[in-house]
């Protein structure tokens, strides 16, 4: 399912304290990594101005981009087996569509000290959620921090009830199936229709023919979805984005919340 992943990465500690964990994420999947970085030619800090001009600057930061995508990382990911691309634009906009123009299957990308998780939705993580259409994978992560090791034991899927449903199912159960995990699923109810919710939930088991634990939760969704995540025994959530139209796909809500607060990594499909 996964072949291909790109990891977008800035030059910054918490970027390489991430490798470990893209390469562990390559490992289970079986896949190729490829690297790519996304400059802005024209930014400058004034001085850089001094004497010559923009398009002299803009050079310059050309040269140093390409020298330090070769040699980043390269013990970790080898330049022969490893292609770097490099960019020049806005980074969210040029991650999303080097992914989609070279076919890749899976995002992974880090958030820096938790920003992401509490409050800084305007980020490049966040845009990069927004833009992407391939699946995209966060981890914990923090500037001195080596982010939680990506396993495969138990994987849990928080699933609604909606038309989406079924796609985020099936997608969860062959991510599952291919890197040797359980599945667990996790929906909460706020209405106290455990019962109905249940059948409803065990009727789109056998119709994509996953078999999965299922635990139905009551209470304010959010509140009642987050505790079930927090008390779970997994190693990654995966979860669904709000809208797949892409013109109305939205990292916010409950999605938002989930990608903040998971005790473990996340997988947006």
């Given at each position: 399912m996964i072949e291909n992943i790109l990891f977008p990465v800035d030059f910054s500690a918490p970027c390489a304290s991430i490798a470990p964990y893209v390469k562990r994420a390559a490992e289970m999947f079986g896949a190729q990594v490829a690297l790519v970085h996304a400059c802005d030619l024209m930014s400058n800090n004034g001085?850089?101005?001094?004497?010559?001009?923009?398009?002299?600057?803009?050079?310059?930061?050309?040269?140093?981009?390409?020298?330090?995508?070769?040699?980043?990382?390269?013990?970790?990911?080898?330049?022969?087996?490893?292609?770097?691309?490099?960019?020049?634009?806005?980074?969210?906009?040029?991650?999303?569509?080097?992914?989609?123009?070279?076919?890749?299957?899976?995002?992974?990308?880090?958030?820096?000290?938790?920003?992401?998780?509490?409050?800084?939705?305007?980020?490049?993580?966040?845009?990069?959620?927004?833009?992407?259409?391939?699946?995209?994978?966060?981890?914990?992560?923090?500037?001195?921090?080596?982010?939680?090791?990506?396993?495969?034991?138990?994987?849990v899927c928080a699933i609604g009830l909606s038309q989406d449903s079924e796609r985020i199912l099936r997608v969860a159960s062959r991510a599952a199936a291919t890197v040797g995990a359980s599945l667990s699923l996790i929906h909460a109810t706020c209405d106290g229709a455990e019962a109905d919710a249940r059948r409803r939930l065990e009727g789109l088991l056998n119709t994509v023919r996953c078999e999965a634990q299922l635990c139905v939760t009551t209470g304010p969704v959010k509140q009642a979805l987050l505790d079930a995540v927090r008390l779970s025994a997994a190693d990654a959530l995966i979860i669904g984005r709000t809208h797949r139209n892409k013109r109305w796909r939205r990292v916010r809500g409950l999605t938002e919340d989930l990608v903040r607060e998971s005790p473990f990594p996340v997988l947006i499909v």
């Open positions: 001085f850089e101005l001094v004497g010559r001009n923009i398009w002299e600057v803009a050079e310059d930061h050309r040269t140093v981009a390409e020298a330090r995508l070769k040699s980043f990382l390269d013990s970790e990911f080898p330049h022969a087996a490893c292609p770097r691309i490099l960019r020049f634009g806005e980074a969210a906009a040029e991650i999303a569509e080097v992914a989609s123009t070279g076919r890749f299957d899976l995002i992974v990308i880090p958030t820096r000290a938790g920003h992401f998780r509490r409050m800084l939705l305007g980020s490049t993580a966040a845009k990069v959620l927004n833009n992407a259409d391939c699946p995209v994978m966060t981890s914990q992560h923090a500037e001195t921090a080596v982010p939680r090791t990506l396993e495969h034991r138990v994987w």
